[in-house]
């Protein structure tokens, strides 16, 4: 029979060996930091590249031979990139201004990882002892418990202009291995879909008035129909209803906007139990069982806040001034990097608050 001492001690050890006294991704994703950060910047670019080979095979459809030739290739091989680099000349002025004025756009990441571990330990034993002269049995239950917790929230924010991801990155074997499937118990680890967000940024900036058609077709299909098509054939039969504002001017003048943000949060719990019980029989005094209920749990909060910001006029003279309430419906910043990390702000100003009430934000004139 083992010894229930034993027992109880070795059931502690191996609790005790799960735990983490500084909690950081590693522990449950099995990924560093650095690596989670790695497949975001990479999926970004991935995003970037479609979203200029889209931008090709469109300015293609029109006039510019070279342009059609290099928007397939980039749409399917990330490497094609470097063919866009060497062959810039040979594209048509129109199509490199708004290739280079589309490089100068900022994507600002702002990560928090928010991980809590609980360590739980409730041990109980009950001792008998037999009084023969009155046959009957007195018994004594003893417990004790043993509960511990540790948090670490692990916070930062990186930026890069749309013009790195897609040349510096490229250049280099940073993104190798980087393209991962979604992950549907750490997603933060996997694909979360940042092309999506670059693809309705650049719609709502560089071709804020994509929704207009001179055919006067469907308006649902052009408003996501021509450059933003996720199939090549599509695009190309939705070529007619772009009308890209002028890369000279700021999307605000064409109905557009400068930035946009998203915040997305994944929340992962793991949690486990064991209650193991020995029964000492038969009974005459001294122990007659012995239980330890341990529990382990591990909470995982992984925040990403997205913001993006094209150039504006207003970056060579500066941010106009403008109301408070409107600096915080909208970003201020005098350059694209600014504007981008304005909108994490706002991000974090809008909806982190709410936990701690209304009267935490005050306005002061």
Known sequence: MANPRSTCVLLLLLFVAGCSIHPIPDDVTGLKTSEIVRRIRCEARDGVRKKIAEWLIYRGSIDDPEAAKLGPLIYDDPRALDTLKQNQ??????????????????????????????????????????????????TLALGAGLDRSRENVRTFTISDSFGVL?????????????????NFIYPITGKVNIDEMIDTFVDLTIFGNLGSSSSGGDSNASSKGGSTSSSVSSLNAQASAIKPAPASQSSDSTGGTSSMGDTITF???????????????????????????AALSRTDVHKLIVGMSVPTPNDVGGASKRSLLTQIATAT????????????????????????????LVFSP
């Open 333 to 360: 910043g005098s350059t694209p990097k600014e504007r981008s990390l304005e909108m994490i702000a706002q991000q974090i100003l809008r909806f982190e608050n709410r936990r701690f009430g209304p009267s935490s």
């Open 89 to 138: 000349k040979a594209l048509k002025p129109i199509t490199l201004k708004y290739i280079n004025y589309f490089a100068q756009s900022v994507i600002s990441y702002n990560f928090t990882f928010d991980m809590t571990e609980l360590n739980n330990l409730d041990a109980t034993a009950d001792l008998t002892k037999v009084f023969k002269s009155t046959n009957s049995i007195d």
């Open 166 to 182: 897609v040349y510096q990155l490229n250049a280099s074997s940073y993104c190798d291995g980087a393209t991962h499937d979604p």
């Open 267 to 293: 929340t992962t719990k793991l949690s486990g139990s064991a209650t193991p019980k020995v029964v000492i029989a038969p009974v005459t005094s001294g122990l007659v069982d012995a239980s330890l209920a």
